[in-house]
């Protein structure tokens, strides 16, 4: 299956590499970009928790009589050169009469005399077995109510959940908070408007701050599109260095969803599926470049470029500025012949 842009797409991908070449490549790269020490990126404050109550939950919630409980469940991911959020989003299903394919905070009703505790204790134990980690390393940090909806946080330690694959029918969603506050959106999914307002009101828990109270950066989704038999080596090295012809170096290139999707999708035949992996990108001071105006490639950390075939692209200067999060394989039986950017797409 192929579209008009294929050739012009081709050179973003990694297919024209073999196996052999792309191993040693990879090695090459950790090698050169793999920080002496990082220890000081493992230290922050998270300021929202200064927010929580730590009082009886039970006591508060019995004040009212129909009471609302979100689970708010987070880790702290690591992995990176900088610590950012991550949170724990129940995913409805499609055939959902009410929210198909929504992203929420994972909820209930609370009936009164009823333990919110407890409850919320079953719903993270399913949440670990679901991740395959050990209920032990999810901690309780407090609560948040406004009147009668109540917000439980709990945190997941030690980056529990790291790089896995996700499907549609996948219930459990871990996203990142530009996708809940900027994009409202988590690979086209949409995530419901609530959780979005809820950090963008309560923005002290959308952040991360150092220990000299400076903010860290958050980081930005970014996307790229490969072949099936890429997705493992991709997901776990990241994406390589290549060339565009409107910049003078070579860097690592990320797109949105949509252009991932064309990456992917019209590279191989429907019954060879091809995938988008999903990535957190530390932009850092970002070079913006939206018409034909000279790009400064010295004096920025990456570059965005919107205007031209291949756009939106964001153009990363140093390998730890990637962090991959998700792998998707792309439903072939949503594709049509060519490619449609009017046309909505889904993964498999």
């Known amino acids: 299956m192929k579209s008009d842009d294929e050739d012009s797409i081709a050179s973003n991908n990694i297919s024209e590499y073999g196996n052999g070449v792309l191993e040693e490549y990879y090695q090459s790269n950790i090698e050169q970009h793999t920080p002496e020490n990082n220890i000081s990126a493992k230290e922050y404050v998270y300021p929202g928790l200064s927010l929580l109550n730590k009082t009886d939950v039970d006591e508060c919630a019995d004040e009212f009589d129909d009471v609302v409980v979100n689970c708010c469940t987070y880790q702290v991911n690591t992995t990176g050169e900088k610590p950012f959020l991550q949170f724990v989003l129940r995913k409805h299903d499609l055939t959902d009469t009410t929210s198909p394919d929504l992203l929420a905070f994972p909820s209930f009703k609370r009936r009164y005399g009823e333990s919110v505790i ?16 050990d209920s032990s390393k999810c901690e309780y940090k407090g609560f948040l109510n406004n009147r009668n909806v109540f917000y439980l946080f709990y945190e997941l330690k030690e980056d529990s959940i790291n790089i896995h694959d996700l499907c ?44 000299n109270g400076n903010y860290i950066e958050t980081p930005s989704v970014g996307y790229t599109g490969v072949k099936s038999k890429e997705i493992n080596l991709i997901s776990c090295f990241g994406v390589p260095k290549t060339k565009e012809p409107n910049l003078n170096e070579n860097y690592f290139y990320f797109t ?6 064309r990456m992917g999708g019209w590279s191989e035949d429907k019954i060879n599926r091809g995938g988008i992996i999903r990535f957190a990108l530390f932009l850092g001071d970002m070079f913006s470049s939206i018409n034909d105006a000279e790009i400064d490639e010295e004096n920025c950390d990456s570059i965005y470029i919107g205007k031209g075939k291949k756009s939106p692209l964001w153009a990363l200067k140093r ?30």
């Open 118 to 133: 407890d409850m919320c204790e079953l719903m993270q134990k399913a949440s670990c077995i679901s991740y395959a980690i």
């Open 168 to 211: 549609r029918r996948n219930d459990l969603w871990l996203v990142l908070i530009d996708e809940i506050i900027n994009h409202n959106s988590c690979c086209n999914f949409k995530i419901d408007e609530t959780v979005s307002n809820f950090f963008s009101y309560y923005i002290n828990f959308a952040c991360l701050k150092d220990f």
């Open 256 to 261: 949105d969803y949509q252009n991932a999707i």
């Open 319 to 348: 390998y730890e500025q990637q962090v991959p999060l998700t792998c998707h394989y792309i439903d072939n039986l949503n594709l049509t012949e060519t490619w449609d950017n009017d046309k909505v797409y889904y993964i498999y």
